[in-house]
């Protein structure tokens, strides 16, 4: 079978079984999520022997120590997939509420219920416990779900998908509600993208180079997170010691991760007692600064900030410093730059507090707490299956009730239009 | 300038405007369409001269006489475009609104906010109230728009876009805010469909060729609707009068449109008395009958269905008839040939009305109503920018609310993650 002819299969077996997942009941769909936790469980050990396959072929390719460490699984991490499994079981249904019922003049009552997508596609590197977090996501929402990690988890992805295939069985679902694509043609990707008839959105989970490839090649909706440049402007009236907890948190607690800060911005009239506290404590914990020319003038040992910087997402223990002159132009700074992922003001006045959620337009906008809450665990949507930075159909972490639609319903009597 | 250096330029004028619309009250918005209601009736003498050269142009090429109709442009027309500027007015804004603020355990306060979308590409042929209605639905959700309509209504298109500018000038707002391309360059399009840096959606609005080849070249999210297969399921339950009632109403009040009913599914324990009765009132309104086997037992002059007629969208007097043997083969019927649009049960049975709700995923539902109703003033949206028969973002007709996303805003008092 060619590719293209294999991948329209999946993709049509997936479609088939999305209209009996999209008539489960809530009860039904725990049932099989709490099922698959235990058989991962129960499965550690071969879970544990596939993995290990793909450890050793990523070792004779000399991988690097941290992307070793993202493939590997352990008692622990499978534990780990379990629990997950079981929280979105635990999670409240999105399917079927209805959000909204109003009654036209001549009488008939409209409203929008919430219903799946109907056939997800997830394509992610790396990690193989996505394999079993994406899956729960799609599954709780009563989507059907196509499932494409890279080939460096090739046996370990294959050996979750299967495991957890057994448990729809056991139900009498169908199979075509969760696939893992095992084959290992490169060309299976742009096939799966070009199937718009049959897969109603595409999740690229991976690095930027992943993301580009599949938005530019895709005729399915993708949702897609490039990248998080997240700014905190500090105001005139700020707090200090509020200021520099939220600052120190969010560059510091996990640097490597999309919502820690990049880029400080500091109102001109506290920089000259500001900016070398934040300094000082920024250098204690090993950050490196690049500032503006105002910012160099208060505090030593700071590189001077280029262009580049003020768009950069720099992952890791380097901030670029800003001293703006009031909250228009920290505004402004922040439209030019912002990657629309998340943006923080440290104030106590509140009209500028007000201003602020008023006019950045990010995703996320926040008045004194720390960029890091910014994920879809902490805002309360429970477990998070992405992060959009586009502003289609979801922006923002997104949780279940993103992978569902809005259907309108009619009730009338006879109503007909004149 | 190069068609790419210029579709750019119009682009980032679009972006920078859209900065400033997102900011405006409700109460700017709707004097902005106010005067540009009064503007439209002022001018409607330049207007008719610069729709005359249109019409004049399309003479010459012998065009069809429906189409010279819909490019056509009198006093009435006019009128009517200024109506429905100041019926926009009047619908609520749906920028700023909170749709849920709920309190974490740490105390951040987060909730979800209505924003533009930012800047909205419209491309769209033949009719020049386009312009008018499209732009007044972007501006008042806040959004920047860039209308491309087609060369035949290329001198109406412009006016049209040059009045409405003016009212943007004389009210000091940006007039990158509404641009009408007005090039002849074919590349325009495609160009356009490149810049998604710049422009958050793409609505096209015309034929099927149209939007086949939007949604393939463009790399912005588009919204599409590509056709309305509307079924009718006549359940054993039904009252007779109201059936016949709905089924009239569906295929023959505009049999031209995309909510008009195509296919009609009726319950195999009535189709020895309903089948003859309603091909008899359909015959007697000059519809042409295509049917199953059953059907042509029943009734006379029925044509025999083929396969091709469960899927096409005939919009002309032209219906297709299926007995069916119960619920379950008219939901499976449905499920195989629907476009997603609109599918209607008529029934007095309650569980019956409630399954067919639950199970049939199109983007309208409905129980004992004509599918006439499937557009946005009908259901009470207000005016409508299109109907969308993709399932991301929008599904079915979409309204102001439509034309918006929801950004997180989150309250703090200082919190950070731990």
Known sequence: MSIRAEMLQV???AKAASLILATLSSAVKNQLLERMADALEKNTEPLIAANELDLAAARKRD???????RLMLDEG???GMAAGLREVALLSDPVGEVTGMWRRPNGI?????????GVIGIIYESRPNVTADAAALCLKSGNAVILRGGSEAFHSNSAIGEILRRELRALGLPEGALQVITTTDRNAVTELLKLEEEIDLIIPRGGESLIRFVSEHSRIPVIKHYKGVCHTFVDAS?????AERICINAKVQRPGVCNAMETLLIHKDIAETFVPRIAEIMRGQGVELRGCPITREFAENVKEATEEDWGTEYLDLILAVKVVDDLSEAIAHIQRYASLHTEVIVTSDYGNAQRFIREINSSVVMVNASSRFSDGNQLGLGAEIGISTSKLHSFGPMG????????FVVFGDGQIRS
Chains 1, 2 share one sequence.
């Open 11 to 13: 993709a049509r077996e």
């Open 63 to 69: 991988i690097a120590p941290a992307m070793l460490d």
């Open 77 to 79: 991490r499978i534990g």
């Open 109 to 117: 009552q409209v409203g929008r219920m919430r219903i799946p997508l």
């Open 238 to 242: 700020a707090d200090f010691e509020m």
């Open 400 to 407: 279940l009730e993103d992978l569902t639609t809005r259907k």
